[in-house]
């Protein structure tokens, strides 16, 4: 985890922090990204507090103590990021701030509450060259990763049908099938037209339900696994209607 930590913070301080630095400023942008890079925050916060929650446990470290702790460490390095952020031309941006700790404090929400726990967030992704062709091949240093290429990121918030359903209706619906809602955004840095979102409702899987869970390994693979959405059949709403088999 420490060395994930140090390398996300080498990215970052030679893509975007290196030559842009600054005095430290507070800064919010509520139209960049269409709120995918807000969705991002809340998510990566998320991911981080697992990642350093099953850290924690396989140390011996007791539920929910590993839950909170997970959760403070991941929030205290996003807070780091946004200070950093804040010594940059970007700024300190306290809507982001808020998304990291709304994704930290949702692993202890799902934690204690069993509704919660069929609830997920999700992220699918398909590498694009845009941020590479607005900022003219990239800031120095800067690599291609999914963290900020927006326009390639969809987040799913998926539920399983078959926790909520009626008992009768619960029985018939396949328990490793959710259904999501999916939002991304396209041309977001303009350089075919104006930015707009899209909209996706479709269907996703909970690998808990498909991945035998007889094993600590197994039971974790899954957990994480669980962070993704894999293709499955879903439908554009928004800007306009688009049926897709697979979306990814």
């Keep these: 985890m420490a060395a994930g930590m140090i390398g996300i913070?080498?990215?970052q301080e030679s893509g975007w922090w290196k030559y842009n630095r600054t005095s430290f400023h507070f800064r919010e942008d509520l139209t960049y990204g269409l709120g995918v890079d807000k969705i991002g925050h809340f998510y990566g916060t998320a991911l981080w507090a697992f990642s350093l929650t099953k850290v924690l446990g396989w140390a011996d470290v007791p539920d929910p103590d590993a839950v909170y702790l997970g959760s403070a460490g991941a929030f205290l390095f996003q807070t780091f990021v946004e200070i950093e952020d804040g010594f940059s031309a970007w700024g300190f941006d306290r809507v982001d701030f808020l998304c990291d700790l709304g994704g930290a404090l949702w692993p202890i929400a799902q934690y204690h509450s069993d509704a919660l726990k069929n609830v997920n967030l999700k992220l699918s992704y398909k590498p694009t060259d845009e941020l590479h062709q607005a900022s003219g091949?990239?800031?120095a240093g800067q690599k291609h990763l999914v963290m900020d290429d927006y326009q390639g990121q969809t987040f799913w918030l998926t539920v399983a049908p078959d926790a909520v359903l009626p008992e009768a209706a619960g029985n018939v619906w396949p328990d490793f099938l959710n259904v999501a809602v999916g939002y991304g955004v396209r041309n977001v840095y303009g350089i075919n037209g104006e930015p707009y979102s899209v909209v996706?409702?479709?269907?996703d899987?909970?690998?808990?339900?498909?991945?035998?869970?007889?094993?600590?390994?197994?039971?974790t693979l899954s957990e994480a696994l669980n962070f993704i959405h894999f293709p499955a059949p879903a439908l554009m709403i928004t800007p306009n209607y688009v049926a897709y088999g697979f979306y990814y």
């Design 9 to 11: 913070h080498l990215y």
């Design 137 to 139: 091949g990239g800031f």
């Design 200 to 203: 996706f409702i479709g269907f």
């Design 205 to 219: 899987y909970d690998m808990k339900k498909i991945i035998p869970q007889t094993s600590s390994f197994l039971v």
